[in-house]
């Protein structure tokens, strides 16, 4: 994957195009990870972009090796008891709100969006800045490794 294009291609062969709202289906969906996180401690609000993402890509699952089993799923999720605590303390060195958004099944990694619409991967070695939108975000992905979240931080 080398372009925009590339993404909304890859993307629009798992259901996607533009204009698409899922808007329905969000509200169930933010609602489950904010009581899992006030649950764990590490209560997380939702915003506008991450909102906007998830109503245009929410529910998505996008294949990254079918032989593998590997997707990228375009649903909000705290997959360990520590992800709250590990999005909050991200949030605070970057000094910005962040939220999931989605999760890579072949590392059981989360990604989120911050209040600017950049995009976050939060792996077991560290913390990595996606990109500036989605199509940053997917083409970073596609070409590891990516930048430290670190080179971010204020």
């Known amino acids: 994957m080398e ?17 698409r709202d899922v808007a329905g289906l ?15 401690g590490f209560p997380l ?8 993402f998830l109503t245009e890509h929410a529910g998505l699952r996008l294949t990254v090796d079918a032989g593998r089993g590997d997707h990228l799923h375009l649903t909000p999720a705290l997959l360990w008891h520590s992800t709250a605590g590990d999005i909050a303390e991200l949030s ?12 890579d099944s072949s590392e059981g990694s989360p990604f989120v969006i911050d209040e600017r619409g950049r995009f976050f991967y939060l792996h077991h070695t560290g913390d990595y800045y996606m990109g500036a939108d989605k199509h940053e975000a997917m083409i970073a992905l596609a070409h590891a490794p ?3 979240a670190e080179d971010l931080y204020v």
Do not use: I, S, Y
């Not at 372009?3 to 204009?19: C, K, L, M, S």
């Not at 609000?45 to 906007?52: I, K, L, Q, V």
């Not at 605070?92 to 989605?102: A, E, Y």
């Open 146 to 148: 990516m930048r430290d």
């Open 45 to 52: 609000e939702p915003f506008g972009a991450a909102r906007d």
């Open 92 to 103: 605070h060195h970057l000094g910005v709100r962040l939220f999931p958004v989605g999760w």
């Open 3 to 19: 372009t925009a294009q590339d993404v909304d291609a890859w993307f629009g062969e798992h259901g996607w195009f533009p204009g």
């Open 26 to 40: 969000v509200p169930a969906m933010l609602a489950e990870v904010m009581e899992d996180a006030r649950e764990k």
